[in-house]
């Protein structure tokens, strides 16, 4: 049996999956904050998981990122060279909201008070330039033990190049304080940027003394309840990684939740033969967009979370101010917008009767009749319909429009910055939408996936079975990462490939050593290296699929086609004639898990009958009258069964709309595959 | 044609979308530092008429700039004259480029079915563009001429095709051709970008549509300023101070404004600031004019997206030929700092009626500093960068630490260990500059110390840093800060061998270290009146000196233990006076 728990702002995600039939079992419970790991329990009690029968418990958690956003994290002390005592608090001195001149920089994770300084100096090549002060590095580590640190992070000038002066002052704080644990910045990031990669190091220091007490109370509740098998957390790159791994470098859980909706895209894509496809999870408050291209998540080696960078690979998960809970707004030029403020869970939309004043969404899809007020949750939440009203006709007065037209044009405001949003993931990275499917989930997702499809051209939507769990369903299919990067730059052509090579057979050797030590045997490792390439001159780098860990001279030409294809297809123009030159060398080591199957869909009937729930009447903006939309259960289609839209397909955690011109089929493993009429096409 | 007004909002977002797109292509394509980590450039779209629809860009300095631009390719070409796939470019600081020679300005008319729907233009500074000085920088130039490669509202790719005899030469008259023709491709692949999304919106929705929802949007920016207008109080506000020298003598340079709030405009009034100057220090009048928008709007919606629209209100004066308005052949080449004391006018102008939006002086200058030479194999290098200072105190807050001065926005240092890889440099310190600078009852943000060690065999420094004679100023009894320098310290000595705001090609041995410091922004409110505790967690952070706390904070602390020893005279009695508890 497998088990996975993907806890959230709001709900925790649990999903049991038999290995056995491929059949699942997914339920929701609140998730408490307190102790998220109880809500963890409360979850295998609600779905009657047998904890002594699970083999692979896969955990994703928004913990970490909670804490980085509300500044709950260890009391951090931060440890650089002698010289450069502010480079983590002064970042890159950027003022990003430029005509503001009061602005104030976000509170850094670490005060000046607790910045460190140690003498000890290497260059670019990582040569020593001034010896490593042992003496200096004991008192320092005395004066942050007095200052009652939790946690430290160790960032030295070109350690990425040499990591001697880290190890050495780690040899020597655990000398002074056993106790107290220390991140060193070339354990997450061999690449250079002295600002980011301490970045990524605080983080890690920040959210590991909450992140290991979580991990380990959970993992002993468990084990008190008769666990014995594997427990594997998701990881912000893809892929999960043992509970020793994450308790060890948190920093690799930031994106842990979402990354969950991503993999589990990657996989039902490959299942139904949709390589490439675009995920899309809408929430209350947020909309998440990825893209898979060829079965493989694309992954970014940098990103920002919350103004905070992280050099480690990443999910390329763009989030906006965008879900069900979105509020509408007239701004100073009298025209409405919507979002990215929401009303969040509480006090949530105006017909939730939670106190909510201000209209979202969620009020503006059930005023014009796409939601139906008794299917809230399954009919767990209790809507009144007359509060959204009431909300939208206050904005209606405002603008000086007609009810209808208002809230007809909140879901087309929000739809049109959704369809933005998979733009940045697709469009601007050089990806036509038209060669993908777009997979939609969350609570909202399938909601709008037919129109943002629409708008970008896409000509598939997909909707998972359980959209509302499919961040937790997703955690079932992975398979445990580890990544590693060095910095090593040499121009393409006159590369010497023994220097690479001789990179690549130390992370290699350390991979195999951490893949041994998670459990895995020699034919259950995999190794894909890459390798972060640009033409001479430029500091943005594009990441190219190396044929393998050893590389010849005969290698060159491959190579240089597939970075000028790439720097074509991301940036729009590849310069031929320039020289190519590499900077960091990747490798991803894999321990490949057994994959489970999902069950089949039972077969439909053909006939809708059964399934239909009658019909509605839905408010179009285009035409300002009322069309008849047919209503059906999804509980009661089975495969193969098809329909023509206008409909709508409810579920308890869901509302799927089918417009004039789309038709939706049943797929085997019970997804929703709707057909998207085009512009032009049809209405 | 009447549209319902959501489709206009959804255009509205997919124009800004473009800009902001041609900004990221661009940025990744050059192969620029000042490009690529600096951000110092803009992307735009504009109307036929040359209005401003919507801009993406890194700094404030190039606010509503590319419509002077624009205007000269059209006066130039005509809307007849243009061509689909034509790109023209114009770096002329007196007429469309309006800044400097390194700022080239790209416009390429986005044509749809044979009709000039909009323009598409970026602005960049490139890193080479020949001239006296590496950098196509310096501060002793005394006509445009030595400053740089001209080039007036020329075609650069015509219906699609580059002008290749263009091309030649521009190669041909910059030192490092490969960068500089890589950022002319980046800002022709912004350009190309822009063209594909207007041309996607046109087939989607119509050019009808595109055309009302601009209308729309610049209607609506126009009352999104006119809303904030209403509420500045009505009357007029002057200000006076000086800019430090021209690099040629150590005469201060005079600068005044007057600024006027009526019902209907806001007017800035240049008029009496000297005349212009035989150093480079120079502005012209786009920057003149772009520096009021940016204060317009820093006082009433700094948060609203730009538009022609928003800054239909502001109105500039100022006569020609003055250190604001400078005319041909005068040299421009820092002309930021013509800019900068322009913007520091106003803002202490508008200090009595919009002191709550603002901070006290800060450091100002953008610190321009140009670190060239040679590696050991003999090829060139050259740094350049602006630098981080402290800001003034804001409204009830001490004043930040280490941001790019007003000029720059999303400007971002050059990480030191990205430095050392590229060029023969070491950084032996990166730190806060803790001087006895910027005491008040809120605090001036501290500057930063840099210093550059060069390790190549020779080299040269180039700085200009305003604000290294006349110090940012403190507000309502908060104390002034420091200043901005740049000094030379020979290999093997401690001692500086000068230092000064302004240097020129100062010449640099393998060994010799720049210092670069800048200021401490201004105080707000009388030191003394700021209370114990936030002084002892300025001592814990490192941040104030106990020396400073008892000279100018009136509290003596002991520098172990924080304990506070005692108040001094000064303090007792003024809190006697205004009876305020210690």
């Given at each position: 049996m497998r088990v996975s728990v993907d806890v959230g702002g709001t709900f925790t995600d649990v999903i049991v999956l038999d290995e056995d039939s491929g059949d699942i079992q997914l339920d929701k419970v609140a998730t408490t904050p307190a102790n998220p790991a109880e809500g963890v329990l409360q979850g295998f009690d609600k779905v009657g998981a047998q904890t002594g029968e699970i083999e692979y418990f896969v955990h994703g958690t928004t913990l970490g990122i909670n804490a980085m956003l509300t500044r709950s994290g260890a009391k951090v002390a931060f440890v650089t060279t002698r010289g450069f005592r502010d480079i983590y608090v002064l970042g890159r001195t950027d003022r990003e909201p430029m005509y503001d001149f009061k602005y104030k920089k976000p509170k850094s994770l670490v005060p000046r008070s607790l910045c460190f300084e140690v003498t000890g100096r290497l260059n670019y090549k990582g040569q020593v330039l001034t010896p490593f002060d042992a003496d200096q590095a004991r008192e320092v580590a005395q004066r942050i033990v007095d200052q009652g640190v939790e946690s430290v992070a160790v960032c030295f000038l070109h350690s990425y190049a040499n990591p001697a002066h880290e190890l050495a002052f780690e040899k020597v704080f655990q000398e002074v304080a056993p106790q107290i644990s220390v991140t060193l910045s070339h354990r997450l990031s061999r690449v250079y940027r002295e600002y980011e990669r301490s970045s990524t190091t605080v983080i890690d220091a920040y959210i590991k003394p909450i992140t290991r007490t979580y991990l380990t109370r959970l993992n002993s509740e468990l084990v008190d309840g008769g666990f014995n098998g594997n427990f594997l957390m998701t990881r912000s790159g893809g892929g999960a990684m043992t509970l020793d791994t994450a308790r060890e470098e948190p920093a690799h859980l930031v994106l842990s939740g979402p990354a969950g909706g991503v993999i589990g895209g990657a996989f039902l894509g490959k299942l139904i033969d949709l390589p490439n496809m675009i995920t899309v999870d809408m929430g209350g408050t947020s909309l998440d967009a990825s893209l898979i291209a060829e079965g493989e998540p694309t992954v970014e080696n940098e990103q920002v979370f919350q103004t905070l960078p992280i050099s480690i690979p990443t999910i390329d998960i763009h989030t906006i101010g965008?879900?069900?809970g979105s509020i509408a707004w007239v701004d100073e030029g009298g025209h409405l917008q919507v979002g990215p403020q929401s009303a969040g869970a509480d006090p949530g939309p105006a017909c939730y009767s939670k106190g909510g004043q201000q209209a979202t969404f969620t009020d503006a899809a059930l005023q014009i009749g796409f939601l139906n007020p008794d299917n809230f949750l399954g009919g767990e939440i209790d809507i009144d319909p007359a509060l959204a009203e009431a909300a939208i006709d206050r904005l209606a007065q405002q603008l000086g429009m007609g009810l209808q037209d208002v809230a007809a044009g909140i879901v087309s405001i929000l739809e049109a910055k959704m369809a933005g949003a998979v733009r940045v993931i697709s469009v601007e990275r050089g990806y036509h939408p038209r060669d993908f499917a777009l997979c939609a989930f969350g609570g909202g997702g399938a909601f709008v996936a037919a129109n943002i499809s629409r708008e970008l051209g896409v000509p598939l939507a997909i909707i998972p079975p359980g959209p509302g769990n499919f961040s937790a369903l997703g955690m079932l299919m992975v398979d445990v990462v580890h990544d590693y990067a060095r910095t090593h730059i040499t121009g393409l052509v006159d590369m010497d490939p023994a220097q690479a090579n001789q990179v690549y057979t130390e992370l290699a050797a350390q991979g195999q050593a951490a893949l041994a030590s998670d459990g895995f045997g020699a034919d259950q490792q995999q190794y894909l290296p890459s390798a972060e390439m640009r033409y001479r001159g430029q500091e943005h780098t594009v990441n190219i699929p190396l044929p393998g860990v050893t590389l010849s001279t005969d290698d060159i030409p491959l190579i240089t086609e597939r970075f000028h294809a790439a720097h074509l297809q991301q940036?729009?123009?590849?310069?031929?004639q320039d020289p190519i030159e590499i900077v960091t060398l990747r490798l991803r080591a894999v321990g490949l898990l057994p994959r489970p199957d999902l069950a089949r869909a039972e077969s439909g009937s053909g006939d809708l009958a059964a399934a239909s729930r009658g019909s509605r009447m839905v408010f179009d903006r285009a035409s300002g009258s009322e069309i008849e939309y047919q209503v059906y259960d999804r509980m009661k289609l089975g495969a193969g069964d098809s329909l023509s839209g206008p409909a709508i397909v409810e579920e308890p955690s869901s509302t799927t709309m089918v417009h004039t011109g789309d038709t939706l089929t049943v797929g085997e493993y019970g997804e929703l595959q709707i057909r998207i009429a085009q512009r032009g096409d049809n209405g | 044609m009447v549209l319902d007004p959501f489709t206009l909002t959804i255009i509205q977002e997919q124009l800004q979308a473009a800009a902001d797109e041609s900004f990221v292509r661009l940025g990744r394509a050059s192969k620029s530092p000042i490009i690529y980590e600096v951000l110092d450039y803009a992307c735009a779209l504009l109307t036929p008429q040359a209005e401003l629809i919507a801009e993406a860009q890194g700094v404030p300095g190039f606010t509503g700039v590319l419509p002077v631009a624009v205007e000269s390719i059209l006066e130039k070409f005509g809307a007849g004259g243009m061509r689909e796939g034509d790109i023209f470019a114009t770096n002329d600081p007196y007429s469309g480029g309006g800044t400097h020679l390194s700022d080239v300005c790209l416009v390429g008319p986005v044509i749809v079915d044979g009709e000039l729907v909009a323009f598409a233009a970026n602005k960049g500074h490139w890193t080479e563009l020949g001239g006296m000085a590496p950098g196509s920088w310096t501060t002793d130039a005394t006509e445009i001429y030595q400053e740089g490669l001209q080039l007036p509202a020329v075609r650069v790719y015509d219906a699609g095709e580059p002008v290749q005899d263009i091309i030649d030469l521009l190669a041909a008259n910059v030192r490092l051709p490969d960068m500089t023709l890589s950022d002319l491709y980046a800002g022709v692949a912004a350009i190309r970008v822009a063209e594909a999304r207007i041309a996607a919106i046109c087939e989607r929705h119509g050019v009808d549509a595109l055309r009302a929802s601009i209308d729309t949007l610049l209607q609506q920016g126009e009352l999104v300023a006119r809303t904030a207008l209403a509420k500045l109080p009505k009357g007029s506000w002057e200000a006076q101070d000086f800019m430090d020298d021209d690099g040629f003598s150590d005469e201060k340079i005079p600068v005044r404004v007057r600024i006027t709030v009526t019902d209907e405009e806001f007017i800035a009034d240049f008029s009496g600031s000297s005349p212009q100057r035989p150093g480079p220090v120079n502005g012209t009048w786009a920057r003149l004019q772009s520096s009021a928008r940016v204060m317009f709007k820093s006082v009433t919606a700094p948060d609203y997206p730009n538009n022609g629209g928003c800054f239909r209100p502001v109105k500039v004066i100022c006569p020609p030929g003055t250190i604001f308005t400078a005319q041909r052949p005068a040299p421009v080449s820092t002309y930021w700092e013509a800019g900068a004391a322009a913007i520091d006018l106003l803002w202490q102008a508008l200090w009595p009626i919009a002191s709550e939006r603002l901070s006290a002086g800060h450091f100002l200058s953008i610190c321009g500093t140009n670190l060239s030479g040679t590696f050991d194999n003999g090829e060139l290098f050259v740094l350049t960068e602006p630098q981080a200072g402290g800001w003034g105190a804001a409204p009830a807050r001490d004043g930040q630490n280490g941001l790019v001065a007003q000029g720059n926005g999303e400007t971002r240092n050059i990480p030191v260990e990205v430095c050392e890889s590229r060029y023969p440099l070491l950084v032996e310190q990166y730190a806060l500059d803790i001087t006895a600078h910027g005491a008040g009852r809120w605090r001036g943000g501290r500057g930063m110390v840099r210093d550059y060690r060069l390790t190549g065999p020779a080299g040269h420094i180039t700085t200009t840093y305003g604000r290294h004679r006349i110090a940012p100023w403190g507000a309502d009894g908060g104390q002034p800060g420091s200043s901005n320098s740049a000094s030379v310290i020979r290999a093997g000595s401690t001692q500086a061998e000068v230092r000064r705001g302004k240097l020129a090609r100062y010449p640099l041995c393998r060994g010799d270290l720049v210092r670069i410091i800048t200021g401490s922004g201004g105080g707000r409110g009388n030191p003394l009146e700021r209370p114990p505790d936030a002084l002892r967690e300025d001592l814990r952070a490192g941040l104030v000196t106990p020396q400073q706390a008892m000279e100018d904070y009136g509290l003596r602390f002991d520098p172990e233990t924080l304990e506070l020893l005692e108040i001094m005279p000064e303090r007792r009695e003024f809190a006697r006076q205004v009876n305020l508890e210690f």
């Open positions: 965008a879900g069900g940036y729009g123009h590849s310069m031929m | -």
